[in-house]
């Protein structure tokens, strides 16, 4: 099963104390400085990854379901960004500039399209942050299906579609979140031992170690 | 009495004009005792406040700060918000999805393309004084640089829930019928809360009680808006809302029974009012003075000034 790796930024009255930031490191993991947690995670599709990631953040048991990605066929390194929307939560990628340009139109606002590329938007954390203010005030069935009318692949994570219960205890954690098909650099780090640790426990709310993603880092900076 | 004396008495209870007088500069310059903060804990929660015919929407900001807007999308002014009660971090207009957050600066506007030089910063929600005094959330539209009211502080007091009720009578005429009241115990005498309020107490609860010119837009001088708010002492939340007891259905109905009864004297009240006669529980001059002295007593023809 393809390897997933899955960024999440923390609300800040959530984010934990001490939480580890990846340092601006030159090359793929640059990215990472935007949000407060990260994990390699094996997945069958996107949507699976994300799942794991509001329960892990939620407390609930994740449920893959697999099959057909709506989400799916993105590139290595393309992302799926994860928003919270009114009674759900929504996965939208970022094939390409006219999807990214689509979005930014549709939704937020044309300086955010000035100042990113399809490529960086998924880790411009001003374009993050704004996208989870606006798309949190559409249903989240609603804002999946417009982007999917503009031809932006979009995904409403149906077992997410709640207002209550554990699709809000994601919401009070988690400010917006990102998945992305891991390029082959890092999927090599798949199946270490240092990876093995950060699999299980990076995106729990009660992970404060700095040191079990230390030497995550280590590796990586190797 | 003095006859003219009863007459303006009547009339400052009755009159459209009058009442069109208050609305225009009465309640825009005073105070409002607009709710208690804890119903707006969290960041993003918001309430729709609308008891003086205004739009108001207040808000706790993500900096913990509670705002108050006018609740009015900067586009085409339509309303931002049309729910009650709500909690998000980012407000949205229903027609064309202007997007403020919970500061009111305008953040997002779809095809942007459309509106030539639009400046987002010109374009925030209009703000209104807002103040939090001993945990009651007061606002002031025209004069924030009045004094704030001195009101009583409800410690270990939680608001539990808040009841809303109307009655066809005068607001002063309404106040004065709870005023005279013993409280849902009839146990108690009601305390002022504000001028346009009392507090009562109910069995270990506090009740505070504000009554409002507007029951439904556009209003009228013979129809008012009561708004309950129950402070029961602070609960844990393991132990469940003392809503879902049984002893929340009792003091419910008392609630209701006792404004229902005030406002079925209210009522009366008012009747004879209209019918030219001022009833004896109506003719104390304290308050309309307070009237006369919040709209400034030039700004009061003489046919309705209550003097000094």
Same mark, same amino acid.
């Given at each position: 099963m393809p390897i997933f790796a899955c960024f999440v930024k923390f609300w800040p009255e959530a984010a934990m104390r001490g939480a580890p930031r990846f340092s601006a490191d030159s090359g793929?993991?640059?990215?990472?400085?935007?949000? /407060?947690?990260?994990?390699?995670?094996?997945?069958? +599709?996107?949507?699976?990854?994300?799942?794991?990631?509001?329960?892990?953040?939620?407390?609930? =048991?994740? =449920?893959?379901?697999?099959?057909?990605? +709506?989400?799916?066929?993105?590139?290595?390194?393309?992302a799926a960004q994860l928003y919270r929307g009114m009674g759900g939560w929504v996965l939208v990628g970022l094939p390409d500039q006219p999807a990214w340009l689509t979005l930014a139109m549709a939704f937020l606002r044309r300086r955010v399209y000035q100042r990113a590329t399809f490529a960086t938007a998924?880790? +411009?954390?001003?374009?993050?942050?704004?996208?989870?203010?606006?798309?949190?005030?559409?249903?989240?069935? /609603?804002?999946?299906?417009t982007c999917r009318t503009y031809g932006v692949p979009a995904t409403h994570l149906a077992r997410w579609a709640a207002e209550a219960g554990p699709s809000a205890s994601a919401a /009070?954690?988690?400010?917006?979140?990102?998945?992305?098909?891991?390029?082959?650099?890092? +999927?090599?780090?798949?199946?270490?031992?240092?990876?093995?640790?950060?699999?299980?426990?990076?995106?729990?709310?009660?992970?404060?170690?700095?040191?079990?993603?230390?030497?995550?880092?280590?590796?990586?900076?190797? | 009495m003095e006859h003219d004396l009863e007459q303006r008495l009547r009339l400052r209870s009755m009159d459209p004009d009058f009442y069109a007088? !208050?609305?225009?500069? @009465?309640?825009?310059?005073?105070? #409002?005792?607009?709710?208690?903060?804890? !119903?707006?804990?969290?960041?993003?929660?918001?309430?729709?406040? !609308?008891?003086? $015919? &205004?739009? @108001?929407?207040?808000?706790?900001?993500?900096?913990?700060?509670?705002?108050?807007?006018?609740?009015?999308?900067?586009?085409?002014?339509? *309303?931002?918000?049309?729910?009650p009660r709500g909690r998000n971090r980012a407000l949205r207009?229903?027609?064309?999805?202007?997007?403020?957050?919970?500061?009111?600066?305008? &953040?997002?506007? *779809?095809?942007?393309?459309?509106?030539?030089?639009? %400046?987002? !910063?010109? %374009?925030?929600?209009? *703000?209104?004084?807002?103040?939090? &005094?001993?945990?009651?959330?007061? &606002?002031?539209?025209?004069?924030?640089?009045?004094?704030?009211?001195? @009101? *009583?502080?409800? $410690?270990?007091?939680?608001? #539990?829930?808040? #009841?809303?009720?109307?009655?066809?009578?005068?607001?002063?005429?309404?106040?004065?019928?709870?005023?005279?009241?013993?409280?849902?115990?009839?146990?108690?005498?009601?305390?002022?809360?504000?001028?346009?309020?009392?507090?009562?107490?109910?069995?270990?609860?506090? #009740?505070?009680?504000?009554?409002?010119p507007v029951a439904e837009w556009p209003g009228s001088a013979d129809t008012c808006s009561i708004r309950v708010a129950v402070l029961a002492p602070e609960w844990d939340e393991d132990d469940g809302s003392p809503l879902e007891s049984a002893d929340w259905a009792n003091q419910h109905q008392a609630i209701t029974a006792w404004v229902a009864a005030s406002a079925a004297i209210a009522e009366g009240w008012q009747r004879e009012l209209t019918a030219g006669q001022l009833p004896s529980a109506l003719q104390g001059v304290a308050r309309h003075r307070q009237v006369d002295e919040a709209i400034g007593p030039h700004a009061v023809p003489t046919a309705w000034r209550v003097g000094a």
């Open positions: 793929w993991w640059e990215a990472a400085g935007a949000f /407060d947690a990260a994990a390699l995670l094996v997945a069958a +599709t996107a949507e699976d990854a994300a799942d794991a990631i509001l329960a892990t953040a939620s407390g609930a =048991r994740a =449920r893959p379901v697999g099959g057909d990605s +709506t989400v799916g066929g993105l590139p290595p390194g393309v998924w880790h +411009t954390p001003a374009v993050n942050e704004l996208a989870a203010l606006v798309f949190a005030t559409h249903h989240a069935d /609603d804002a999946a299906g /009070d954690i988690i400010q917006y979140g990102a998945v992305l098909l891991a390029p082959p650099e890092v +999927t090599a780090l798949a199946g270490s031992e240092t990876w093995a640790s950060v699999l299980t426990a990076a995106l729990t709310p009660e992970f404060r170690d700095d040191v079990a993603l230390g030497p995550a880092r280590a590796t990586v900076n190797n | 007088l !208050e609305r225009q500069l @009465l309640w825009p310059r005073q105070w #409002l005792v607009a709710g208690r903060a804890d !119903e707006l804990a969290g960041p993003g929660h918001y309430a729709m406040w !609308e008891e003086t $015919g &205004v739009p @108001l929407i207040v808000i706790r900001s993500v900096d913990g700060e509670l705002r108050c807007f006018y609740n009015s999308c900067r586009h085409r002014g339509a *309303p931002v918000v049309r729910e207009c229903q027609y064309h999805s202007w997007t403020y957050d919970t500061f009111g600066r305008l &953040v997002s506007v *779809p095809d942007e393309r459309d509106f030539v030089d639009l %400046r987002f !910063e010109e %374009r925030s929600l209009v *703000p209104v004084a807002a103040k939090v &005094v001993a945990g009651w959330v007061l &606002v002031n539209q025209s004069a924030p640089d009045a004094a704030a009211p001195d @009101l *009583p502080a409800q $410690g270990g007091k939680q608001t #539990l829930t808040t #009841l809303r009720f109307e009655a066809q009578a005068n607001w002063k005429t309404m106040l004065a019928a709870l005023d005279a009241s013993s409280g849902p115990d009839g146990a108690a005498a009601p305390v002022a809360l504000g001028w346009n309020g009392l507090l009562v107490a109910q069995d270990a609860s506090q #009740l505070a009680v504000t009554v409002w």
